[in-house]
C-alpha cells in the first residue's frame, strides 16, 4: 500500500490518501469469482443506499478509486453542485471523495470512506444542471489542485481523468467512442464489447448501454454503465426512491436496483464471456450510470455467492489476455415494440 502526503509550503495543512495495492492475479485464482479490484470511478452520481454501501471484500469496507461532483463556492456557506450529485438523501459508497472545483481554486478531497453524506442541502446548498456535464468536469479533473498544489498526475486523479471520458462516451456512437477514448487512454485502450438495450419508440425511446474497455498491454478492464439517456422513462427511475432489497443489502435506491437487474438479464450474457480475461476489472459512469456502477461492485464484491443477485452478474476468472477490438458498433438487443432509430445504436444524439 502506497502513501501520498500532500503538503502546501508553509502551510500546516496536508492531505494524505493511502492506495490501496491491487491484488495480483495468480494461477490458483483461476476458478474464483471476478471482483471490482481496480476500483470504482463515477460522476455527478446520486446516492444509492441507507448506510453507505461498503466494499466488503475489505475489512475496512473501502473501495479503491474516486468519486467526484462538480461544485462552486459561491460564499462560504452557499454552494451550487453538480444537480444529479445532490438529487436524493441516500448515502453514496464509501470511497475517496473529491468535490470538484473550478480550475482556478483548489478542490477539496476526502480519503475514505469520502464524504458519503454528501453533497446534502440544509438550505445552503442548490442544485446546477450546468455543472453536470463533460465541460465542466474535463478542464477541472485535468487541472486539479489541493491545497494549492497540482496533484492531476496523482492518483486516484489522474485515473479519475482518464475513466471520465470513458463514462462520457456512453453517450456516444461506438466509432466516436473508439476515437475519443484511444485519444484519451493511448491506442492501446480497446472497446472489446458494447451491447445495447433499446426499448420504447418515439418519446419513449431510450437506449441502456453497457461497454467494456481493455488495455492490451495490462489485460486491465474498465467497465462501463450510461446515466440518463431519455428523461421520459429514465426520470421514474431515478426518482423512484423508496429503498428495497438488493444483493443482500437490505435498503438500496430501488429505482436503480431495477434498472440493473433490467440490463443484467438481457446485457449481461454477452459480456461475461469477456470480463473473465480482464486481469483486474474497474467501473466507471456518469450520473445514474455511477450509481448503477455503485451498485454491480457492491454485490460483485459482497462475497454472497448464493444471492441471486450475485449469481446473475457474477463471473469466473479466467487466465488475463487480451480481447479483441470490436470491429462494428457492438451488440443491439430490442425489445418488443423499440424503435430502430439508427443502424448502429447508441444513435447520435
Not at 144 to 170: C, H, W
Not at 292 to 297: E, G, M, P, S, V
Not at 307 to 324: M, N, T, V
Request: charged share 25%; with cysteine.
Amino acid at each position: 500500500m502506497g502513501l501520498i502526503v500532500l503538503v502546501v509550503p508553509g502551510s500546516r495543512e496536508a492531505s494524505v490518501y493511502r492506495l490501496r495495492a491491487a491484488p495480483q492475479f495468480t494461477g490458483l485464482q483461476e476458478t474464483l469469482f471476478g471482483t471490482v479490484d481496480a476500483g470504482i470511478y463515477t460522476y455527478g452520481a446520486p446516492g444509492t443506499a441507507e448506510p453507505a454501501l461498503p466494499d466488503l471484500s475489505h475489512k475496512d469496507g473501502c473501495f479503491a478509486g474516486l468519486r467526484t461532483w462538480t461544485e462552486d463556492v459561491l460564499t462560504p456557506a452557499t454552494k451550487e453542485e453538480d444537480a444529479a450529485a445532490i438529487s436524493d438523501q441516500l448515502d453514496h459508497a464509501k470511497v475517496a471523495t473529491l468535490r470538484l472545483h473550478d480550475v482556478s481554486k483548489s478542490s477539496h478531497f476526502a480519503e475514505c470512506p469520502g464524504e458519503v453524506h454528501q453533497p446534502f442541502s440544509q438550505g445552503n446548498q442548490f442544485a446546477d444542471w450546468l455543472l453536470h456535464w463533460e465541460p465542466k468536469y474535463k478542464p477541472r479533473l485535468g487541472n486539479v489542485s489541493l491545497l494549492g498544489m497540482d496533484v492531476s498526475d496523482q492518483e486516484p486523479f489522474r485515473t479519475a481523468y482518464l475513466y471520465n471520458r470513458i463514462a462520457y462516451k456512453q453517450y456516444d456512437s461506438t466509432e466516436h467512442a473508439k476515437k475519443h477514448i484511444k485519444e484519451r487512454l493511448g491506442s492501446h485502450w480497446n472497446i472489446v464489447s458494447r451491447v445495447t438495450l433499446v426499448t420504447g419508440a418515439a418519446s419513449m425511446y431510450d437506449e441502456d448501454p453497457m461497454m467494456l474497455v481493455q488495455s492490451s498491454k495490462t489485460f486491465e478492464c474498465v467497465l462501463a454503465f450510461a446515466g440518463v439517456n431519455n428523461y421520459g422513462n429514465e426520470l421514474a427511475t431515478a426518482t423512484d426512491v423508496r429503498t428495497a432489497p438488493f444483493c443482500g443489502f437490505k435498503t438500496v435506491h430501488t429505482g436503480y436496483r431495477d434498472e440493473l437487474r433490467r440490463m443484467i438479464e438481457e446485457l449481461w450474457p454477452l459480456i461475461r464471456p469477456k470480463i473473465g480475461k480482464c486481469s483486474h476489472v474497474a467501473c466507471t459512469g456518469h450520473s445514474m450510470g455511477g450509481s448503477l456502477c455503485d451498485l454491480f461492485a457492491a454485490c460483485a464484491n459482497s462475497g454472497r455467492h448464493d444471492d441471486p443477485d450475485f449469481l446473475a452478474q457474477s463471473w469466473k476468472k479466467e487466465i488475463p489476455s487480451a480481447l479483441p477490438e470490436i470491429t462494428d458498433c457492438g451488440k443491439t438487443i430490442y425489445k418488443e415494440d423499440a424503435e430502430h432509430r439508427c443502424s448502429c445504436p447508441p444513435c447520435p444524439k
